[in-house]
């Protein structure tokens, strides 16, 4: 089983519209996050079936009380909901061989790159796909570096 969290995203800071809506309309708030969220809901899917999971179970998640100053902020499941992947998949138009060509194609075309560091960027909300040429020694960690810094100054 893989389990995925689903989160209410509030734009007014009122009263959550999941927790009137979930029991009667829970068709109607996973057509939103479907439309809003489709490369994430598609990335959680290809996971699972990748995985070999049987079930793909989306926890429905929300604050417990709105944001204020100075408060800690707790979180509820309201509910949750189970699918098959395969069968998640074409509810959201998911087509395995597509995903396994988008592969097919991002890897050739690093393949045709010279020895480096890329970085693979999404355009958000377009369907651009960019590879950026980055200096070797970005993304690496400094914690070594820092351990000895601090081990010198202790000396």
């Given at each position: 089983?893989?389990?995925?969290?689903?989160?209410?995203?509030?734009?007014?800071?009122g009263?959550?519209?999941?927790?009137?809506?979930?029991?009667?309309?829970?068709?109607?708030?996973?057509?939103?996050?479907?439309?809003?969220?489709?490369?994430k809901l598609?990335?959680?899917?290809?996971?699972?079936?990748?995985?070999?999971?049987?079930?793909?179970?989306?926890?429905?998640?929300?604050?417990?009380?709105?944001?204020?100053?100075?408060?800690?902020?707790?979180?509820?499941?309201?509910?949750?909901?189970?699918?098959?992947?395969k069968?998640?998949?074409?509810?959201?138009?998911?087509?395995?061989?597509?995903?396994w060509?988008?592969?097919?194609?991002?890897?050739?075309?690093?393949?045709?790159?010279?020895?480096?560091?890329?970085?693979?960027?999404?355009?958000?909300?377009k369907?651009?796909?960019?590879?950026?040429?980055?200096?070797?020694?970005?993304?690496?960690?400094?914690?070594?570096?820092?351990?000895?810094?601090?081990?010198?100054?202790?000396?």
């Amino acid at each position: 089983m893989n389990i995925k969290a689903l989160n209410e995203w509030d734009l007014k800071g009122g009263a959550s519209e999941w927790r009137q809506k979930l029991d009667t309309q829970r068709g109607d708030i996973l057509t939103t996050e479907m439309k809003n969220n489709k490369c994430k809901l598609a990335k959680w899917t290809v996971s699972s079936i990748l995985a070999g999971s049987d079930l793909l179970k989306f926890g429905y998640v929300t604050r417990s009380m709105p944001r204020s100053a100075g408060e800690a902020i707790g979180h509820s499941i309201l509910g949750t909901q189970e699918f098959i992947p395969k069968q998640f998949a074409g509810q959201i138009s998911l087509d395995m061989n597509n995903a396994w060509g988008i592969l097919r194609v991002i890897v050739d075309r690093c393949m045709q790159l010279k020895d480096g560091k890329y970085v693979l960027y999404k355009e958000p909300g377009k369907g651009i796909l960019r590879i950026y040429k980055v200096p070797l020694n970005t993304f690496e960690d400094n914690d070594d570096s820092d351990e000895e810094d601090e081990e010198e100054e202790e000396k």
